[in-house]
T-cell receptor, first 112, second 112 residues
Framework: KAGVTQTPRYLIKTRGQQVTLSCSPI?????VSWYQQTPGQGLQFLFE???????NKGNFPGRFSGRQFSNSRSEMNVSTLELGDSALYLC???????????FGQGTRLTVV | AQSVTQPDIHITVSEGASLELRCNYS??????LFWYVQSPGQGLQLLLK??????LVQGIKGFEAEFKRSQSSFNLRKPSVHWSDAAEYFC??????????FGTGTRLQVFP
C-alpha cells in the first residue's frame, strides 16, 4: 500500500508569490491534515479536511488555505508569501477519527 | 491549555546502551499518544501509539513506551540503541478529531 505522497518535495519562491502544495493520502484514508515545521516554532497544525470539508483549523493567517477533493487528495495554498513561511510542510492522513496519522515526506518551501 | 512536553532537547548515548526519552502531557482528558521519529529532511514515521488498554505498548524498531496516568507521562524506551536510531523523536497527543499537539522534539545522538 502506497504511503502519503507529497509533491513537490522542494520549492523556492519569491516573497509576494503564491504557492500550492499537493498531498495524496493513503488509499482509503478520508482525513488529511497539514502541519508546518520550523526550527523556531516546531510542528504546528494548519488544518484538517475530512470528506472535502474543513473540520479543524489552526492559528494561521488567512493567507494559508486548503481544500480537499472527492478522491481525498488535498492541496494547500499560501498566498503573498513571506520569508517566515519558509518551512517544511507536512501532510498526514488518517483512516478515521480515532486512528493514527501517517505522514508524508514533506515539501520544503524556501521563500527568498 | 493542552500541551505535550519533551524535557530533553538533546540526548547522547553510546551504541548498545539503553534509552529512555521522556514525554509529559497536559490534557483535560486522557489523549491518544504517539511517538514519531524524523530523520533529517524527512517526514515523520510512526513508532508506536497508545489509545487505551495495555499501558505498555510495543512499536517498530524495538521501541516500547509506557503510559502512566498518575504521572501524565508516555516515555519511550529501547533496551539497546543502534547507530541507525540517531534521529529526532517527537511525542504527540490528540483527542478524537482534534489536531495533534507535538512536543518540541528530542534529538538523539549515538556514539559508536
Amino acid at each position: 500500500k502506497a504511503g502519503v505522497t507529497q509533491t513537490p518535495r522542494y520549492l523556492i519562491k519569491t516573497r509576494g508569490q503564491q504557492v500550492t502544495l499537493s498531498c495524496s493520502p493513503i488509499s482509503g484514508h478520508r482525513s488529511v491534515s497539514w502541519y508546518q515545521q520550523t526550527p523556531g516554532q516546531g510542528l504546528q497544525f494548519l488544518f484538517e479536511y475530512f470528506s472535502e470539508t474543513q473540520r479543524n483549523k489552526g492559528n494561521f493567517p488567512g493567507r494559508f488555505s486548503g481544500r480537499q477533493f472527492s478522491n481525498s487528495r488535498s492541496e494547500m495554498n499560501v498566498s503573498t508569501l513571506e520569508l517566515g513561511d519558509s518551512a517544511l510542510y507536512l501532510c498526514a492522513s488518517k483512516q478515521g477519527t480515532n486512528t493514527e496519522a501517517f505522514f508524508g515526506q514533506g515539501t520544503r518551501l524556501t521563500v527568498v | 491549555a493542552q500541551s505535550v512536553t519533551q524535557p530533553d532537547i538533546h540526548i547522547t548515548v553510546s551504541e548498545g546502551a539503553s534509552l529512555e526519552l521522556r514525554c509529559n502531557y497536559s490534557y483535560g482528558a486522557t489523549p491518544y499518544l504517539f511517538w514519531y521519529v524524523q530523520s533529517p529532511g524527512q517526514g515523520l514515521q510512526l513508532l508506536l501509539k497508545y489509545f487505551s488498554g495495555d499501558t505498555l505498548v510495543q512499536g517498530i524498531k524495538g521501541f516500547e513506551a509506557e503510559f502512566k496516568r498518575s504521572q501524565s507521562s508516555f516515555n519511550l524506551r529501547k533496551p539497546s540503541v543502534h547507530w541507525s536510531d540517531a534521529a529526532e523523536y517527537f511525542c504527540a497527543g490528540g483527542l478524537g478529531t482534534d489536531k495533534l499537539i507535538f512536543g518540541t522534539g528530542t534529538r538523539l545522538q549515538v556514539f559508536p
